[in-house]
């Protein structure tokens, strides 16, 4: 059976998505003394009153997601140092189709199946080259506190990935699927 939220589970959503009863209010369009009575459990709110205050914490917890939240951690990497053909042998084992490139431990570039294949359709020998000779420019980077928004448009600009960086050390990468899985 279906259970409708108590009083206590709508003070306890809107505590966790980090609204105030007023800020709540607002957001759905009733008023703050109303949200006080509901969460008091004086008045049983009607139920459209009560999917507008539940629509708007779900907005609220949409914006308030950041790149911290849907990051993929550890992140793989390649040393600008390493063979294209070591590069390949880790997309493939790790299931994965880039790599930030590193150097003394900072991103310097990136390097793709798609790069590798173009390189191979020129009937290049690419395999015994280093990353570091074929490879990209590098991912974009936002902070961990970076809103899901800003990560959005960076993905849907035409970057496959994106790198968190924390205090200048890579704490995790965002892609497409990173996004979409975060989404739902």
Do not use: C, W, Y
């Not at 259970?3 to 206590?8: F, N, S, V, Y």
């Not at 049983?44 to 997601?65: F, G, H, Y």
């Not at 390649?78 to 431990?105: C, F, H, Y």
């Not at 294949?117 to 020129?122: A, P, R």
């Amino acid at each position: 059976m279906f259970r409708l939220p108590t009083a206590d589970d709508v003070k306890r959503l809107r505590k966790k998505v980090g609204l105030t009863q007023t800020e709540l209010a607002e957001k759905a369009g009733v008023s703050q003394s109303l949200i006080a009575r509901i969460e008091s459990g004086s008045v049983d709110p009607r139920l459209s009153t009560l999917q507008k205050i539940l629509n708007a914490m779900q907005a609220a917890n949409k914006e308030s997601t950041t790149a911290k939240d849907i990051m993929f951690s550890p992140v793989i990497t390649i040393n600008a140092d390493a063979q294209v053909l070591e590069a390949t042998e880790l997309m493939r084992n790790k299931d994965i189709s880039q790599l930030p490139v590193i150097k003394q431990g900072h991103p310097i570039g990136s390097i793709n199946d798609q790069t590798i294949v173009q390189h191979l359709s020129k009937g290049q020998q690419i395999f015994q080259k280093t990353v570091e000779e074929i490879m990209e420019e590098t991912f974009p980077s936002v902070s961990p506190s970076t809103k899901i928004e800003v990560v959005n448009q960076l993905l849907a600009s035409g970057n496959s990935a994106v790198l968190v960086i924390d205090k200048g050390e890579i704490v995790g990468i965002i892609t497409k699927i990173d996004l979409i899985s975060g989404a739902r």
